[in-house]
C-alpha cells in the first residue's frame, strides 16, 4: 500500500467522516518489558471513553492469551496477504516472519462504538501513527528506570530462551533511543506512581475534567 493511500485511508477515519467527529487518540508505546500492558489494562478499567485496538501479530499465542482479546493471532502468509490487501494501518516485522500490525477494522470497529482508541504498539509502529495524525493521536513513551533494570523483568518472565532473550534486549537498546520521538515519557518506576500519572495523561488530553 503506497503512504499516499495509507494516509488517505487514515485521514478518512480520523477527520470524522466515521460516525464520531474530533474523536481524540492515545499511542501507549514502549520497550519490551517497560510495562505499557500493565498501564494500558488499567487505563480500560478506569475510563469507558476508551477501548483498546487489538494488534494482529504472528508470534504464537501464549497460554494465558485469547485471540480476539489480546491479539488477532495470524499465519505469516495470513499477515503477509493482508498487508497485499492494504488492510493495515501500520505493520511492522520485528524478527523474520514475526509480524505486529494495526488492522483498519479495528479502528474502524472502535470508533462505531463512539469512544477513543487507546493503542498499545512498539515504538516504530507509534512513530508511523504519529507522524501521519500529528493532532488527532498524542503519543506516550513507557521509560524503565534504567536499561538493566529492564533487562533484569525481562529475565525473571522467564518466558524466553536465551537466544531469544538477547535478540529482544538488542533491539530493546535500539528502542530505548526513539523517546523523543513521542509527546509525553512516563517513567514506569513505582507502579502506582504511574499509573497516576497515566490516568492524568488520558484526562487532559481527553479533557474529561472540563
Not at 474502524?108 to 500529528?134: C, M, P, T, W, Y
Request: charged share 30%; aromatic share 10%.
Amino acid at each position: 500500500m503506497s503512504w499516499k493511500r495509507l494516509k488517505n485511508s487514515l485521514l478518512t477515519l480520523f477527520s470524522g467522516k466515521s460516525n464520531q467527529v474530533g474523536k481524540k487518540h492515545i499511542v501507549f508505546t514502549a520497550p519490551s518489558g517497560a510495562g505499557k500492558t500493565t498501564i494500558v489494562r488499567h487505563l480500560l478499567k478506569e475510563f469507558d471513553e476508551l477501548d483498546f485496538s487489538v494488534s494482529a501479530t504472528t508470534r504464537e499465542k501464549r497460554a494465558h492469551e485469547t485471540d480476539g482479546k489480546d491479539y488477532y493471532f495470524l499465519t505469516p502468509h495470513h499477515f503477509k496477504t493482508k498487508i497485499s490487501n492494504g488492510e493495515f494501518v501500520e505493520y511492522e516485522e520485528v524478527y523474520t516472519d514475526q509480524f505486529y500490525g494495526t488492522l483498519f477494522s479495528e479502528i474502524e470497529r472502535i470508533e462505531k462504538l463512539g469512544k477513543s482508541i487507546v493503542f498499545d504498539i512498539d515504538v516504530e509502529g507509534a512513530v508511523s501513527i504519529k507522524n501521519a495524525f500529528a493532532d488527532k493521536v498524542m503519543t506516550v513513551f513507557i521509560k524503565p528506570p534504567s536499561f538493566e533494570i529492564l533487562k533484569q523483568r525481562l529475565i525473571d518472565r522467564n518466558t524466553e530462551s536465551e537466544a531469544s532473550l538477547k535478540k529482544r534486549l538488542k533491539r530493546v537498546e535500539k528502542e530505548m533511543t526513539f523517546e523523543s520521538k513521542f509527546d509525553q515519557t512516563l517513567v514506569n518506576d513505582l507502579l502506582e506512581v504511574a499509573l497516576e500519572e497515566a490516568e492524568i495523561i488520558v484526562r487532559n488530553f481527553l479533557d474529561l475534567d472540563s
